[in-house]
């Protein structure tokens, strides 16, 4: 059995669906899609229960028993890890150590209306670097020193999917919904709490977005071409596209 605490007799088989084609069109169509008989309440437990577990916020690390054979983990720039990946990873960087405080602080737990077996939530992480890792670990030669410095992460989207049988087959986070809050520098997981903290890795994906040249380029033609469009049509001139502000430029707090 998957949990102890599973409700006796609960269900997670498929059934068919009639779903209107769209407002006003006066017609339905069948189809068969995932839809969980748990009532959707349940699914959410199930979720927190995961998190309290097997996830890297566990409370305790579980054994890999809430995951699929097909597992898949996922993050913006991390994964798909397998189950294998996953268990080993989870470990590799004790979060914890380095900031004792920490708090995921996740809420607003909804099941997904058009695939019913999936549980997004939002988190917005704070914590403050007071800890260090243990001597000689991945986590210490990494973090090094505390900083007591706070961070404050942005609101970030995060789900997770299960099976008929209620396993996890599919764990995602750190999506980030609004880079201009935080001082993470819009970036979600672990590389926000780095950021911030001055300690984060040199390769672009763990630093603040910015345009790239190409799209630097793209839209300065574009605004050329535009402003050129405005003049031969007898029209004030406007760019009509316009740079976007990278988000270390944002000033965040």
């Not at 995961?50 to 890999?64: C, I, K, M, Q, R």
């Not at 590389?191 to 630097?216: C, H, V």
């Not at 605004?223 to 316009?242: H, Q, S, T, V």
């Amino acid at each position: 059995m998957v949990l102890d605490a599973w409700p006796h007799g609960a269900s997670l088989k498929r059934r068919s669906s009639n779903i209107p084609r769209g407002p006003g069109r006066g017609r339905t169509s069948s189809f068969t899609r995932p839809v969980l008989l748990m009532p959707g309440g349940r699914r959410i437990v199930l979720a927190k229960y995961f998190l309290a577990t097997e996830s890297p916020d566990a409370v305790e690390f579980g054994n890999g028993k809430m995951l699929a054979d097909n597992f898949r983990f996922c993050g913006p720039v991390i994964g798909p890890l397998t189950k294998h990946e996953f268990m080993v990873n989870v470990k590799g960087i004790e979060f914890g150590d380095i900031f004792p405080d920490a708090s995921a602080r996740y809420h607003d737990f909804r099941v997904d209306m058009f695939e019913p077996n999936k549980v997004w939530y939002t988190s917005r992480a704070t914590g403050q670097n007071t800890g260090r890792g243990k001597p000689g670990s991945d986590t210490e030669l990494l973090a090094g020193e505390p900083t007591g410095l706070t961070f404050v992460s942005a609101p970030e989207a995060n789900s997770i999917r299960f099976t008929e049988d209620g396993l996890v087959d599919q764990f995602t986070v750190g999506y980030v919904m609004d880079r201009s809050i935080g001082n993470t520098g819009g970036l979600g997981g672990f590389f926000g709490p780095l950021y911030a903290i001055g300690k984060n890795f040199p390769f672009e994906e763990a630093k603040p977005w910015r345009p790239s040249l190409g799209y630097q380029i793209y839209v300065r033609v574009g605004a050329f071409f535009n402003r050129l469009r405005c003049k031969l049509e007898g029209r004030p001139e406007e760019d009509g596209i316009y740079m976007p502000t990278g988000t270390g430029e944002l000033g965040l707090k």
